[in-house]
């Protein structure tokens, strides 16, 4: 099942994206530290997560996958410094700063900036521990990704969402 957020998101993919499947590549741990390294440089003041499949060293599209975060009252503060670093943001949201498909090395780099405290960003963390903790799940996962290969963008995440939401026990009815 999924939840009307979700379903709200799936809707503004367009169906034609398809999704390409690629073989774990050991370099986008190097670039996620040098990108980790320059946003630490250009404000220390940031907390920044390094997640998604390139982080837990499984098959995925090869994206480097980060959350940046610092008290909502502070977005602008930081803005300029990640602007700098990442150029203009495509999303500026009162919960939440979204880069998305930028290039750094050859990868594609999506970067959401959010309160520390926000209920999402402590579902995803939790979701990204239980894949990092469990090899079963770690392995499903990535099954469900190569299994992937080649259909809509709309359906892969489609089917994200519904293991997120399984093994997390959401909207398990």
Not at 23 to 47: H, S, Y
Not at 67 to 73: D, E, F, K, L
């Amino acid at each position: 099942m999924l939840t009307e957020n979700q379903k709200k998101y799936l809707e503004t993919i367009p169906e034609s994206k398809i999704v390409e499947i690629k073989p774990w590549d050991p370099k986008t741990k190097e670039v996620a530290q040098r990108l980790i390294d320059a946003i630490k440089n250009a404000d220390p003041e940031l907390g920044i997560i390094y997640t998604g499949a390139s982080a837990l060293c499984v098959s995925g599209v090869n994206d480097l996958d980060f959350t940046v975060t610092c008290p909502r009252i502070d977005f602008d503060k930081h803005l300029p410094g990640l602007i700098k670093i990442l150029g203009n943001p495509q999303k500026i949201g009162k919960e939440n700063v979204r880069w998305e498909g930028i290039q750094k090395e050859g990868f594609i780099v999506d970067v959401h900036m959010t309160d520390p405290n926000s209920p999402s960003l402590k579902e995803h963390a939790r979701l990204f521990e239980l894949l990092k903790n469990n090899q079963e799940l770690l392995a499903e996962y990535e099954t469900l990704k190569v299994e992937s290969n080649g259909v809509s963008y709309r359906e892969y995440q489609c089917r994200k969402y519904e293991f997120y939401n399984r093994i997390l026990g959401i909207n398990q009815k």
